[in-house]
């Protein structure tokens, strides 16, 4: 249903929890999978084919998922860059989802730093702790076709959103490690609130 919402465009970003699915794309492989695919579905986790970047990922409760509804020329002009700008775009919302993640860890009195230098490295929002191990919080899964853009982010906001990634080995990345932005299971009260303030800092930039 967002995917259609999106395709229509007319701006703004889409943000909502997503039901359990292990999408899929052309770059991933049986590697990716630690259980049968036939598996999946005894769980409550539906396999789904997708066309998008990255390889495979798993969406679920305690999730916040992102769909920009607008053309990649709309935004590029608004912040910048020429009107096949992929680049400036997937650079400006890093910096915004990171700013946002620093500032809720703040406010949370949590021990944990973005870890840029990571970020660097593999696409997405990282975090170190204090021991200094990396723990992968969001993913990119853009696809951009032409002008359009397709697909989008997604950011573990909630423990309970880390289940579905004992399946798999994400982005295809045996060594990838999952967090979550909050070291507690889903409240729809603070779903709600931080999906407010995720959404107000990306509206101020884009």
Known sequence: EALEIQKKGGGGWILFSPRPVVTVTRRSGDGDFRLDRN????????????????????????????????????????????????????????????DYVEQELRDNNDSRIVDYKKSAECPGIWLRDIQGQSFKLASFGFSFHRDRIAHGFSLNLFSDALSGFHWIHACGDVGVRSTSLYHVESSEKVFEASKARLSEALTKFF
């Open 39 to 98: 598996e999946f579905a005894s769980k409550g986790i539906e396999i789904l084919n997708v066309d998008r970047g990255g390889k495979t990922t798993y969406h679920g409760p305690g999730q916040v998922v992102g769909f920009l509804a607008s053309s990649l020329s709309e935004v590029t002009k608004k912040i910048g860059g020429n009107s096949r700008g992929v680049r400036v775009f997937m650079e400006r919302l890093t910096l915004t989802l990171n």
